[in-house]
Each structure stands twice: as structure tokens, then as C-alpha cells.
Nanobody, 122 residues
């Protein structure tokens, strides 16, 4: 299984970027998904989460500007980022729970993507 993230780049303050994360491999179903970011010298932090029940969660720092989209039919997670600020500069990582059938029971494993760099600067 592999999570392949893409879409990062350089954008001016106030601009938008759309990050994508496609899940490749064999598994039963896509579970909860999320995007995290890690800025230089800082800890990795959650920026958006989407559960299988349909609920979303955003920290105050990005609420109203970022939107997470979970597409289980395409095994894809998207992060739409609007009104970007210099403080959004970081490496962004996708994260996903994947379900498997093991001995007739559902088992869940958690995976990380490789990260995609976002730089917000004029």
C-alpha cells in the first residue's frame, strides 16, 4: 500500500493550492483520513480530518480556509487550501486508515504519505 501525495508548490499570500493524495494497493476500504503539516523546527500538526461517519475537524488556524474531501470510490483525499498565509508554509502529509479482512475480522492499519512541500511567499 502506498499513499502518493501531490500538488505542493510555491504560491503567493492569498492564493490557493489543491493537494491530492491517492491510495494505491489492495485493501478492503478507506477509513478515516487526514492531512497534517510540519513546518521547519515545529512539530507535526493536524490541519484537517474527515471520518467515515462524515464529520470533519479543522484547527482554528485553518478553519474557513481549508477543505478536506474524502472520495472513497476513487481512494483519494484532497485538501483545498484557500487564502493561504506565509504561516501555512510547511510539508504537508496525508494520513489514512485502511481496513483489511484478517481471519474474517476487520483490521485497521494507519498509513502516511511521503509529504508535499507548500511554500507561501511573495
Amino acid at each position: 500500500v502506498q499513499l502518493q501525495a501531490s500538488g505542493g508548490g510555491l504560491v503567493q499570500p492569498g492564493g490557493s493550492l489543491r493537494l491530492s493524495c491517492r491510495v494505491f494497493g489492495s485493501f478492503r476500504s478507506l477509513g478515516d483520513v487526514a492531512w497534517y503539516r510540519q513546518a521547519p523546527g515545529k512539530q507535526r500538526e493536524l490541519v484537517a480530518a474527515y471520518t467515515v461517519s462524515g464529520s470533519t475537524n479543522y484547527p482554528a488556524s485553518v478553519k474557513g480556509r481549508f477543505i478536506i474531501i474524502r472520495d472513497a470510490s476513487e481512494n483519494m483525499v484532497t485538501l483545498q487550501m484557500n487564502s493561504l498565509k506565509p504561516e501555512d508554509t510547511a510539508v504537508y502529509y496525508c494520513n489514512a486508515d485502511l481496513d483489511y479482512i484478517v481471519d474474517s475480522e476487520v483490521r485497521t492499519l494507519n498509513y502516511w504519505g511521503q509529504g508535499t512541500e507548500v511554500t507561501v511567499s511573495s
